[in-house]
């Protein structure tokens, strides 16, 4: 069973739709509140709040949709392993980042030499695993000698709270992917370079609102854990070796990682990260100028927060610190990821083949396999109105919406199958007449 409680009437959702207020955590907007969320927006931005669900946690959706705007406070179970790869053994004093992969903290298991001075920066870590064992860094100039560190393994002595932030929130480019992040959690505009200054200030956030770590993804998920002597046992160290044979390989060492990057397109797995949907908090929800463009056109490809109103963003942020504080005491999360899965399982495939040249025969076939169960043929003229709003709940019937979040989703959800259903039943229409 993927969800909690069984059954929720066609009724309330629409008694939502018509501006009932649900009882829980944020509320909808009225004509009070022009930046709250709405089942409008919800339903306006239907198709990210789809793919945002479906892609949450996954390398896949996330790489393909970059600039994310959804936060989920979440939680990582009791006894998961996450690797830090480091120059030494010593536990870190302060916030540093983890990886869910192995050689995504091996590529940072070095030590190194300045040549230059300061720290070298994370292109020219990745570059020194290619180039041996000198790298000079693209951006400064400076070479380091990097000889082989440690990994560093942990493992999560009780539960964490953390925040996931979706899209490829590691990335550092000027592209939008730190949109979320700057400009909506940290209310911070700031260069995409600046990224031991944003881990700090997420984690001196976090110490406020109670959050330990923050989830992001590059080619890989990763954690910035807050407090390493908290939560945290320290299980091994692991010298590297002298002369790495991976690394020294040039390409080796990057198919190996990539493979394991691979691996996490559709699951980051074994429960390693459990997110609360009933307390996303979207910009899709909000009534936010989400255009990149300066010309304004609301660009669908690439949503961002640049052009977003501060007052809006502030909303936004409030709510987020509202679901974070609420998280834990005032509900179960219903498994949004798990409906959407069903959803996209059932017709992602089929919608795909429907486009290709088919057969008469051969299309009837499919739209029949997909339709007629949500047909009564002992009608004459069966009702085809009642048919495509059966077709659209079917997935929705088990879950039972509780926080506005959950409403919201819902919303958005439905709509994504109501088009589908809607044109999947004029299709069959469309071909009926073709016989007759
Ligand atoms: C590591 O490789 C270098 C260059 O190939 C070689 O000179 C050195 O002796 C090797 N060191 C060890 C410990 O194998
Ligand atoms: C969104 O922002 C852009 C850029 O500032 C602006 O040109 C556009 O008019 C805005 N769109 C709306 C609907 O306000
Ligand atoms: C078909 O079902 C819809 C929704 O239940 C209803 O409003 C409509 O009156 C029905 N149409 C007929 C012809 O019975």
Known sequence: MFVRHIIVTFASAVSLTHGS??????????????????????????????????????QWGNSLHHNGLSLYPAMIPQGTLLYHGAPDAKTPPSFEWLAF???????????????????????????????????????????????????Q???????????????????????GTLDSQDLIILDKPRSHREELERAKDLCTLGAEWGIEGFIRMEAGFELIKCDFSDGFDYLSHNKRPENDSLKGTEDVFFVEYMRDVASRYHSIGARRVVLDYSSMTSAFFY????????????DLSLPRVMHTEHDQLLRIRSDLKEAVFRQTSVHESVDWQGVVDMIVLRFADRLTLLEADLSYLRMTTEIDNLLNMYIDFSETRPNITESIETCSLHYLRPVEPSTVQDHLIYAAIKTATDKICTTLFQAREHLLSCTA
Request: some cysteine; aromatic content about 10%.
């Open 21 to 58: 207020q649900p009882q829980k955590l944020l509320s909808l907007s009225n004509d009070n509140d022009r930046y709250g969320p709405s089942i409008d927006c919800a339903k306006k931005n239907a198709n990210f709040i789809f793919n945002a669900v479906h892609s949450s946690m996954r």
């Open 101 to 151: 992969e192995i050689e995504h903290a091996e590529m940072f298991a070095i030590s190194w030499e300045e040549v230059g001075q300061g720290r070298p920066s994370r292109q020219s870590i990745l570059y020194s695993n290619v180039e041996k064992s000198t790298a000079n860094a693209a951006h400064t100039q400076q070479e380091w000698i990097f000889e082989p560190g440690y990994l």
């Open 153 to 175: 393994i942990y493992q999560a002595n009780r539960p964490l709270r953390v925040l996931y932030i979706d899209g490829s929130s590691a990335a550092k480019s000027p592209f």
């Open 287 to 298: 009534p936010a100028n989400l255009s990149s463009e300066d010309s304004g056109d609301y």
